[in-house]
């Protein structure tokens, strides 16, 4: 396999990841632990989740992220075109 086409896969894949990582911080506060327990792994969840994020969006590229955030931004996944 390509070295281009796994760090682009891998990069795609930390930023799925981080997704999930931050959906389990709404189930954190009903976990059976002590409070101080929950604070310290939501602490980790929320900084694993951020650098699983941004490392991810640094190897798939900027011209993607670029891409994706036009997306995003313009409305294009919702049915919206943007108006001029």
Request: charged share 25%; hydrophobic share 50%.
């Amino acid at each position: 396999m390509d070295f281009k086409k796994w760090k682009f896969r891998l990069g795609i894949t930390l930023i799925l990841i981080s997704v999930p990582l931050f959906l389990f911080l709404l189930a954190i506060p009903f976990l059976p632990m002590g409070p101080k327990f929950k604070i310290t792994l939501s602490t980790v969840v929320i900084v694993g989740g951020e650098v699983m994020f941004w490392a991810g969006t640094l190897m798939i590229g900027k011209d993607v992220y670029n891409k994706f955030k036009e997306k995003l931004t313009s409305g294009e996944w919702l049915g919206k075109k943007k108006e001029d």
